[in-house]
């Protein structure tokens, strides 16, 4: 039996499971390891592709539970990150009756995040770049925002919920959106055609610096903004 070919998917069910294991945390109201576990899950997420593609360990069967791994590592577990956020502030704000279903609403990411991934596995379009959003990308910045910004929920301030809620939803447009997002992908390592790759990884190592976790969210905007700037060129 050759075990080999088994690899990328059981890299792939890793993925899966730290989704399971960053949901968990989500609703126990630890933050940072509800992220922590994202950002394991993008790792795992990365590696399943590139042992594929070393290994020639291609399959239907990976394609499909790529997507289905996805879809609860970042789709459910931001959405579940976001539920939390949206419950603790609805507590702080001492809010009842119906506005109590107010933090159901976070369950925008996870349905247009399985939209997206819908989306990307019938698109012919996407095999060098992307068209929205990555979902990867879009978990990543509610994982990091959320954790870093999650003192503000217990001000109980009105316009915390209003913002949240409006970025969550222009967000989870993005991810269906028509707008061609690059890949970090590259066929060479010259800067001639790699330049918003380089901007990219240049400034994400400085938002970092800066800011700490807060510099993921810091990154991934840039790369939404870059995206356009690209688009629009």
């Keep these: 039996m050759n075990i080999v070919r088994f690899i990328p998917n059981t890299l792939t069910s890793m993925n899966l499971v730290s989704g399971c294991v960053a949901s968990t945390m989500a609703l126990q109201g630890n933050l940072f390891w509800a992220m ?5 899950a993008s790792v795992f997420d990365f590696s399943d592709g ?3 593609r070393l290994l020639k360990a291609y ?3 990976g394609k499909e ?17 976001l539920y939390t956020m949206l419950g603790e502030w609805t507590v702080a704000a001492g809010l009842e009756g119906g506005f109590s279903y107010l933090p159901y609403l976070a369950f925008v990411v996870p ?3 399985g939209l997206r991934l819908a989306k990307f596995n019938i698109d012919e379009r996407q095999t060098t770049t992307f068209i929205g959003l990555p979902v990867p990308a879009h978990a990543l910045l509610w994982a990091s925002a959320c954790y870093s910004l999650h003192a503000l929920v217990g001000t109980g301030e009105s316009w915390v919920a209003v913002a949240l809620i409006a970025a ?4 989870s447009y993005l991810l269906v959106s028509e707008i061609p997002m690059f890949s970090l992908k590259a066929k060479s390592l010259g800067w001639r055609g790699n330049e918003l790759q380089y901007i990219l990884v240049i400034c994400s190592v400085g938002f970092i610096a800066c800011f700490g976790f807060l ?17 629009w060129r």
């Design 36 to 40: 922590m576990w994202i950002i394991i």
């Design 65 to 81: 539970l790529d997507s289905l791994a996805d879809v609860v590592s970042f789709g459910v577990a931001p959405g579940m990150i």
């Design 50 to 52: 590139l042992a594929a």
């Design 168 to 171: 969550f939803c222009l967000t």
């Design 215 to 231: 510099g993921i969210s810091g990154a991934i905007v840039l790369y939404i903004v870059l995206s356009m700037f690209r688009a």
């Design 111 to 113: 349905a247009f995040s």
């Design 59 to 61: 399959s239907p069967l």
